[in-house]
């Protein structure tokens, strides 16, 4: 069974459409990219799978829940996060407190075991930090741990982001465009992490208008155009589809 | 006799609300244009009422000419804050605006009760005799104030709708990234939104000075109604301001027959409480998509 | 002399109580509370009505505390779910109807005529001016325990979400956390130190009456914060001496300009405070002394 099921979704606002009728599966593990114009509908499509807008219609299944009528941090707690276009950091925490912060189900976040509970509080702050190291580490953001995560630039934010939704251990993880406004160097850094977490058994969903470096990492791709879906498939079939060069890019690749 | 009772406070509402309506319309415009809640209309208000004040007592003009004067001097005041304070506040967080717009509020009534003290003044206007039906009891000059009031609405809703600036106006308000980025003059359409919201606190204020009387605190006491009249209209909706100014002042004038007119305040607070918890969107409110 | 010294330095350690609820609120979670004094109007008179009903002193005053949290409960829970400012605009109508309630229920608070005789703190044991000194002692001790709890709370995990609520909401959210839960939460701790305020000012001056509790007080308190940066317990010390010293000060002004009538110095007391909100917001949001303030960038 698919591990992210998305069946005939719209969403409308008023007379505007932002998307509609869209289908398709994630499976468990899968690596996928989603490209489109700018108004296609991909990041607005995103906020209906993670909870940050209702859809006008359709279902949203994930791991076999109906997740359409939860709230967003329902949804994460089930495994299903997402990053964002404009990185969203706590500029006044540091990259380690950022990566803290996002540690899940916290006795520390409980005001009464904040009283009575302190041992165990502080061993699961222990814990967390260790993990939130091996993160960091893996991120190769560990020589800025303690800066604040203000002072990153924007490809670091993009990094600090991932590292955070890493600690909720996640099951799937939608990328909104991870290397808009990232260096060359950055973006195959980026890259190779998104592969390596891959490799691990998490199933991603990329957004990115970057179709070189896309192409080059997903092995399938969805294409959107003005709301809907027009193609599916491997990255050289789907970019050599007339519908998506039509659409996409005037014809002009 | 009940129904008369209600007929009477309904008229008043009517009245009332569509006078309010045109600060309700000042803060839902600056809700969704500039994006913050602007906590100074009332005392822009309070500002209008007293510059009428002045104008009769102190230059002993005709009302019409005091009532234009407090007009253009509420819009040059409230442009004038603009461009002191709002101006360099547009990119910073919204919470900004709405701090400074409280210390404006504070400084304009001060200003106001430094000159003229705490006491009571009213605006004299001709009396007339009320027209009765059977005790339903309708006020020529409230019929002059009402009519003042919906054309002042009716030309905001030209000049929304079938103007250029209109246009570029609702093109900030609904995103103002890419209203800049397709070439609007931003800077404009502040001043111009500044502009009116300056004129109908003035209007508004001078309105509601003749029909009660004038006091330091007038727009202050005002303000909460406002914010809850825009809240259940949807933010950003001129129409839903004055729908929900109506709904609000109607239903005050009604609930005032039992429950006494000191608990307007807690009346309106009451009932922005029941909107935000059943629909917080408003009648006309829209959602917005998270980027 | 010593009387009067005493006397600024427990209004300026009541006031800190007040701002720190603020700052917490503000400067730490980036709640904006403009109905301040509603809150601290609970403290006050829960404790005095409390206390006239025979229940001791060292007991009324934290149940005030506890009263004015528990009404910013249902605040939080309706307007905290929502994005936005409707907290804003809601606590200021609340602070309103607080003071028109206890105008129109006389039967409960004597209305206008306010509640006079409250008992003072160590009253069965200490003459008036060493009362204000074993007061004095107390409320810095309260301080003192009111500051560790709270720069504890800012540490622990909680202050680190309250911190990630602050700096963006929608991320806090992405990672699963329940924000309205822990604004509601920051709102409540905040209001009842506020409350807390409130109770030891009513006993202090063993007064309580509706006129002491305007709008205006809620933005001296904001101005303390906003002075002292809103982020730092230095900063709230700071700031809440440099507005008592300002409002003290502020009586000694028709000394100097003759002819001023009462009125009109309070207009320029109010005036004061006014401008000192637009230019701090606007050309220190750090506060005079802080680096940076997050709650305003």
């Known amino acids: 069974m698919a591990l992210l099921s998305v069946h005939d979704l719209s969403a409308h606002f008023g007379a505007f459409t932002a998307f509609e009728h869209i289908t398709f599966d994630l499976e468990q593990g899968s690596l996928t990219g989603l490209i489109g114009s700018n108004g296609a509908g991909k990041s607005t499509l995103f906020s209906a799978i993670t909870g940050y807008l209702t859809p006008t219609s359709g279902q949203v299944l994930f791991a076999g829940t109906e997740v359409g009528r939860y709230a967003i941090e329902q949804r994460v707690r089930l495994g299903l996060t997402r990053t964002f276009q404009v990185p969203r950091e706590f500029s006044g925490l540091t990259v380690f407190q950022n990566l803290m912060a996002a540690a899940p189900n916290q006795d520390g976040e409980n005001l009464r075991s904040l009283v009575f509970a302190q041992g165990k509080v502080r061993q699961q702050e222990r814990d967390n930090a260790e993990r939130a190291r091996g993160i960091l580490d893996f991120l190769k953001l560990d020589k800025l741990a303690s800066e604040r995560a203000s002072s990153l630039s924007g490809g670091q934010k993009k990094l600090l982001e991932l590292g955070r939704v890493l600690m909720l251990e996640p099951r799937c993880i939608m990328l909104d465009e991870p290397f808009a406004g990232v260096n060359p160097v950055l973006i195959q850094e980026l890259s190779n992490r998104i592969k390596d977490l891959h490799a691990r058994g998490i199933a991603l969903f990329v957004i990115e208008h970057d179709l070189t470096s896309l192409s080059r990492l997903v092995p399938k791709l969805y294409a959107m155009d003005r709301g809907r879906m027009i193609a599916e498939g491997a990255p050289e079939h789907v970019l050599k589809d007339p519908k998506v060069r039509e659409a996409y890019m005037g014809g002009v690749i | ?291 | 002399m010593e009387l009067y010294v005493s006397a600024i330095a427990i209004w300026v350690l009541i006031y800190t109580l007040m701002a720190t609820g603020l700052a917490l609120q503000y400067g730490f979670t980036g709640l904006i509370n403009f109905g301040v004094v509603g809150f601290v109007a609970i403290g006050a008179y829960g404790s005095g009505i409390l206390s006239q009903h025979g229940v001791p002193v060292w007991l009324s005053i934290p149940a005030g505390a506890a009263l004015a949290g528990l009404a910013a409960y249902p605040l939080g829970r309706v307007t905290l779910r929502l994005g936005g400012d409707y907290l804003a605009i809601v606590t200021l109508g609340f602070s309103e109807t607080v003071r028109i309630f206890i105008i129109k229920e006389e039967w409960l608070t004597r209305g206008t005529h306010g509640m006079p005789g409250l008992p003072r703190i160590f009253e069965d044991w200490a003459g008036r001016s060493s009362g204000d000194l074993t007061l004095l002692v107390l409320l810095v001790a309260v301080n003192v325990v009111i500051f560790l709890l709270m720069r504890g709370l800012i540490r622990s995990p909680f202050g680190r979400i309250l911190a990630a609520v602050r700096d963006n909401e929608v991320a806090a959210k992405a990672l699963g956390k329940d924000t309205a839960s822990f604004k509601t939460r920051a709102l409540m701790i905040g209001s009842a130190l506020c409350g807390l305020g409130g109770a030891f000012q009513a006993h202090y001056i063993t007064f309580i009456g509706p006129e002491q509790y305007v709008p205006l007080m809620t933005f001296y308190v904001w101005i303390a914060i906003m002075i002292g940066g809103a982020v730092s317990i230095r900063g709230i010390v700071v700031g809440t001496v440099i507005l008592i010293g300002f409002l003290e000060g502020s009586r000694f002004l028709r000394d100097v300009f003759g002819g001023i009538s009462e009125v009109q110095l309070a207009s320029v007391r109010f005036w004061l405070i006014g401008m000192a909100l637009i230019c701090t917001v606007l050309y220190r949001p750090q506060g005079l002394f802080g680096e940076r303030t997050k709650g305003t960038n």
């Open chain 2, 1 to 291: 006799m009940i129904w008369v009772d209600l007929a009477n406070a309904t008229i008043n509402g009517i009245v009332i609300g569509l006078l309010l309506a045109l600060p309700a319309l000042a803060v839902t415009l600056v809700f969704g244009i500039a994006r913050f809640p602007n906590a100074a209309t009332g005392d822009f208000m309070t500002f209008g009422a007293y510059t009428v004040v002045a104008a009769k007592s102190l230059l002993a003009l005709p009302l019409a000419i005091g009532v234009a004067m407090a007009c253009a001097l509420t819009a040059l005041l409230s442009l004038f804050f603009y461009w002191w304070v709002f101006r360099a506040l547009v990119r910073r967080s919204p919470v900004a605006s709405l701090i400074v717009s409280i210390g404006i509020a504070l400084v304009v009534r001060s200003t106001i009760t430094f000159f003229a003290g705490q006491s009571q003044y009213t605006i004299e206007v001709p009396l007339v005799r009320a027209w009765n039906f059977d005790g339903v009891r309708i006020v020529p000059t409230d019929l002059y104030i009402a009519g003042v009031a919906v054309t002042a609405l009716v030309l905001t809703f030209c000049l929304l709708h079938l103007t250029p600036l209109g246009r570029r106006m609702r093109a900030v308000a609904d995103n103002m990234e890419l209203a800049r980025a397709s070439g609007i003059n931003v800077g404009r359409v502040m001043i111009t939104l500044f502009a009116i919201v300056g004129f109908y606190c003035g209007l508004g204020g001078v309105l509601i000075g003749i029909k009660a009387v004038v006091l330091p605190e007038l727009g202050w006491e005002l303000l909460l109604l406002l914010f809850a009249a825009v809240i259940l209209g949807g933010i950003g909706s001129p129409l839903g301001a004055i729908i929900g100014m109506l709904v609000f002042s109607v239903s005050q004038e009604i609930a005032s027959l039992w429950v006494g007119a000191s608990y307007k305040i807690v009346f309106a607070f009451f009932l922005l409480l029941g909107v935000l918890l059943l629909r917080p969107q408003g009648i006309l409110g829209k959602v917005r998509a998270v980027r």
